[in-house]
């Protein structure tokens, strides 16, 4: 029988030695680099932090201060005055030039696209709500679904259809998915795509049967099926 050999454990260690041994040279070698790369690093981490603390929070306080009539304005349905202010008070746009890094110009952005959309003005609604982010789910869902209604004002059937099922199945939820589902139903029926249209209605009834739309889908799907024959 022959002999297992058993492994060389000093070539192993010398491997790892090695090793070290060219990481330790590296390190020599480049000292100076990677220092340079560390105190930029830390530059900018302390910077952008600084920057936040000590601009950024307090100019979105006072943007947030600013904006306080324009959404009084707002509420109250006084869209031209929420959007241009009052000559004593900022509008959304005011914000949105004087703060425009901050939070709160981000959320003017919507409050203007909204009120551009409510007085006719689809393309100037489009560009304000397409340079609104936000992470809140219903919020973010219903801008698309906004972003929708302003191209199905101007005849745009593709790309109302698009934001509407944007809309719709983006982070999917009984609430908002129903509404702007249907509303793509709808572009589909005006595009004659009635096969479509009869696949959306019946999803909303499908996947969101306790909300009102759904209530409402049989009138749809039956005024459809009429079509269809």
Do not use: W
């Amino acid at each position: 029988m022959s002999k297992k050999k058993k492994p060389d454990t000093n070539a192993g260690f010398e491997s790892v030695e090695n090793a070290l041994t060219r990481t330790e040279k590296y390190i020599e070698e480049n000292q100076k680099s990677l220092s340079i790369i560390i105190l930029a690093i830390v530059v900018v981490v302390g910077g952008y932090l600084g920057y936040k603390k000590l601009y950024l929070e307090p100019a979105d306080m006072e943007a947030h201060a600013a904006m306080y009539v324009a959404e009084q304005y707002f509420d109250v349905d006084s869209f031209y005055l929420a959007l241009m202010g009052d000559g004593a008070n900022f509008g959304m746009l005011d914000i949105i030039d004087e703060y425009g890094i901050t939070p709160a110009a981000n959320l003017a952005h919507y409050y203007a696209g909204i009120c551009y959309l409510r007085t006719g003005q689809y393309e100037d609604a489009i560009e304000h709500l397409k340079d609104f982010d936000t992470d809140d789910i219903l919020v973010a869902s219903i801008a698309l679904g906004d972003i929708g209604d302003c191209y199905a004002e101007l005849g745009d059937h593709k790309k109302a259809l698009a934001y509407y099922l944007k809309a719709g199945q983006r982070k999917q939820n009984s609430f908002t998915s129903p509404i702007f589902l249907k509303k793509a139903g709808i572009i589909y029926e005006a595009m004659e795509d009635f096969e479509k249209a009869l696949e959306i209605y019946e999803a909303i009834q499908r996947e969101y049967p306790e909300s009102d739309i759904a209530a409402e889908m049989d009138k749809y799907i039956g005024a459809l099926r009429v079509k269809m024959m």
